[in-house]
C-alpha cells in the first residue's frame, strides 16, 4: 500500500536471491552458550551474531541504513530489511553495501494489482523474500494470492506472514481489515502447497500460540517469530510457553529442525519487529522466555541466528 503507516511509527504517535536450503543443511551449532552482558544484547562472540527477521524500514528517518548500520556493527546483527517497494532500489544498493547486515526483503500488498510485477522487481534486484504481508482484504489461503507463492516458491524464498490480532491503522475512518484473515493456521496451507518455500509467521499466531505451535510442528518449513506484545504481556508467566511447545524429547511427535535438534523451540526464529532503539530489549525479552523454559544453549543459538543463517545462506 503505497501510503501504509508503519507499525512503529503508530505505536510511538500512540504511545506519545538465494534459495533456502533444507533444514538438515545447517551446521550443528557449537556448544558455546549464547552469551550476553545482564543489561546489554552485545554479543560476546563472532559466532553469536543475531539474525533479525523483522527489521521494517524507516522511511520517516532519512538517516535509517546509516544507523542500522552502526548498530548492526555494534551488536554483531544481520538485519532481514522489509523494504517498501519505493524503497526497493536504495535498500538494495545498501545491501550490496553491507552484505553482512542487510538482508533484503520486499514488502508487497497481496491486493494489489500490479503485484507480481513487484515481485519481480524485487527479485531482479536480488531480493531474499517478501514480509511482512499484511492488512489483506481475504485470507492468506484465498487463491487469488497463490501467484504470488507460485513465484517465491519458484525463487525458493522466505516469506513473513503477519499472524494473529493487527493493530487499527485509524479509529476514525472504516477500514476494511480483520484479524481473522491473518490467522496462523492457514499458513499449514500455504507450506503444503508450496513446499519450496520457508514460511516466518510473525507474532506466533498472537494470541492463538497453540495453533501456531501446532502448524510449526508439522511443517519443516515453517517457523514463528515472538516479535510484538507477546513476551511484555507474558513476561510473568513465561513458562506457558512449555504447554504450547511441549514435543521437546517426544521421539515420533515432532517435526524435522535445524540440526536435528531435540527442542521444540527450535520453531522459533528471532524477530524484533521494534524500532531500532528497541531491539536489545527485544534480545533480552527472548533470553527471559530461555531462562523460564529452560531452552538449551545451542537451541538457544539457533533461535538466536544459526537457524536463518542456514536457510539464507549467510
Known amino acids: 500500500m503505497g501510503s501504509r503507516i508503519s507499525r512503529r511509527g503508530f505505536l510511538r504517535a500512540a504511545g506519545g536471491a538465494a534459495t533456502a536450503i533444507p533444514l538438515r543443511s545447517i551446521a550443528d551449532p557449537t556448544t558455546e552458550e549464547f552469551r550476553l552482558d545482564e543489561h546489554s544484547a552485545t554479543v560476546a562472540t563472532a559466532s553469536d551474531r543475531i539474525v533479525d527477521i523483522h527489521v521494517h524500514f524507516d522511511e520517516n528517518n532519512p538517516n535509517f541504513i546509516r544507523d542500522l548500520v552502526t548498530l548492526a556493527e555494534r551488536i554483531n546483527l544481520v538485519a532481514c530489511l522489509l523494504t517498501p517497494y519505493s524503497h526497493r532500489v536504495q535498500v538494495a544498493d545498501a545491501a550490496k553495501r553491507h552484505p553482512g547486515r542487510i538482508v533484503p526483503f520486499g514488502f508487497v500488498d497481496l491486493d494489489a494489482p500490479d503485484v507480481l510485477s513487484q515481485v519481480n522487481d524485487f527479485h531482479t534486484l536480488g531480493y531474499r523474500g517478501l514480509g511482512e504481508l499484511e492488512f489483506v482484504k481475504k485470507t492468506y489461503i484465498d487463491a487469488s494470492y497463490f501467484p504470488v507463492y507460485e513465484l517465491a516458491n519458484q525463487f525458493g524464498w522466505v516469506v513473513m506472514f503477519h499472524t494473529g490480532i493487527v493493530l487499527r491503522r485509524s479509529v476514525d475512518h472504516p477500514e476494511d481489515v480483520a484479524s481473522h484473515r491473518m490467522r496462523a493456521f492457514y499458513l499449514e496451507e500455504i507450506a503444503r502447497r508450496f513446499p519450496k518455500l520457508t514460511v516466518i509467521g510473525a507474532h506466533c499466531g498472537n494470541p492463538e500460540y497453540e495453533w501456531a505451535a501446532e502448524v510449526a510442528r508439522w511443517n519443516p518449513n515453517v517457523f514463528f517469530d515472538l516479535s510484538g506484545s507477546t513476551l511484555t504481556k507474558m513476561?510473568?508467566?513465561?513458562?506457558?510457553?512449555?504447554?504450547?511447545?511441549?514435543?521437546?524429547?517426544?521421539?515420533?511427535?515432532?517435526?524435522?529442525?535445524?540440526?536435528?535438534?531435540?527442542?521444540?523451540?527450535?520453531?522459533?526464529?528471532?524477530?524484533?519487529?521494534?524500532?531500532?532503539?528497541?531491539?536489545?530489549?527485544?534480545?533480552?525479552?527472548?533470553?527471559?522466555?530461555?531462562?523460564?523454559?529452560?531452552?538449551?544453549?545451542?537451541?538457544?543459538?539457533?533461535?538466536?541466528?544459526?537457524?536463518?543463517?542456514?536457510i539464507l545462506q549467510l
Open 235 to 310: 513476561s510473568n508467566r513465561l513458562e506457558e510457553f512449555k504447554k504450547f511447545f511441549w514435543w521437546s524429547g517426544q521421539g515420533e511427535w515432532k517435526t524435522a529442525t535445524p540440526a536435528n535438534d531435540q527442542s521444540a523451540f527450535a520453531k522459533l526464529v528471532f524477530g524484533s519487529d521494534s524500532g531500532l532503539d528497541g531491539i536489545e530489549r527485544v534480545v533480552s525479552q527472548y533470553r527471559a522466555l530461555f531462562k523460564s523454559c529452560d531452552v538449551p544453549a545451542s537451541t538457544q543459538q539457533l533461535i538466536i541466528g544459526r537457524t536463518l543463517t542456514g
